[in-house]
Structures are given as C-alpha cells and as structure tokens.
C-alpha cells in the first residue's frame, strides 16, 4: 500500500507564491516508483479540475501538460529519488484558491495503481 502525503498549502496574498510537495510512501520493504503525477484541485461548488501534469519515467520522461488558467504561472517538477512531485505557484490569484489534490500513478512490481493524497488547501487573498 502506498500513501501520498501534500504539503506546503496555507494562505498567501494575490501575487504571492508557495509550492506544494507530495510525497509517495509505502510500508516497509515496500518498492516502488512514480511514472506519473499531477496536481488537481477543487473550489467550493465547482468540480475538481487537473491543474499539471508530470510524467516521471520512460521516454517521455519530464514532459508536462498545464491547465490555461496556470500556464507560465505554476511549475509541475518531480523528484524520483524522493520519489516526490512538487507545483511551483507563482503569481497566485484569488481564483486560485481551493483544495489542492496530488495524483500519482504508482508501479508496484508488474502493474501500477491510482493514488490520491488527501487535499491541501491554498487561500488567496485580494
């Protein structure tokens, strides 16, 4: 079983940044690794939207994919020794406020497994 943990949420001024890390663990003697991840979140009354993308490994290792309403604002980055997937916000917009969910798609010996971690909230204030 492996579990992923977000942090680095909290409240920040429009313009301000913070950068959320989420980081995959598993029981002891545990292997495995990240291939892919993404951060999404979620606003009050509206639905849960994706945020960025990251693929871990393989060829297409690093490529990203970004919302509209993020792109050249937040950065989507991995670290697979750590097997941690961190997102860059800068410039943070009231309507950037929600709750933030990591995704990680996880290889576990022959097959991989969807994980979500349990929410990070981020407030922006004008």
């Known amino acids: 079983q492996v579990q992923l943990v977000e942090s680095g949420g909290g409240l920040v001024q429009a313009g301000g940044s913070l950068r959320l890390s989420c980081t995959a663990s598993?029981?002891?003697?545990?292997?495995?690794?990240?291939?892919?991840g993404g951060w999404y979140r979620q606003a009050p009354g509206k639905q849960r939207e994706l945020v960025a993308t990251?693929?871990?490994?393989?060829?297409?290792?690093?490529?990203?994919n970004y919302a509209d309403s993020v792109k050249g604002r937040f950065t989507i980055s991995r670290d697979n020794a750590k097997n941690t997937v961190y997102l860059q916000m800068m410039s943070l917009k009231p309507e950037d406020t929600a709750v933030y969910y990591c995704?990680?798609?996880?290889?576990?010996?022959?097959?991989?497994?969807?994980?979500w971690g349990q929410g990070t909230q981020v407030t922006v204030s004008s």
């Open positions: 990251i693929i871990s490994r393989d060829i297409s290792a690093g490529t990203t």
């Open positions: 598993g029981s002891s003697g545990s292997t495995f690794s990240i291939n892919a």
């Open positions: 995704n990680a798609e996880v290889r576990i010996g022959d097959y991989s497994y969807s994980y």
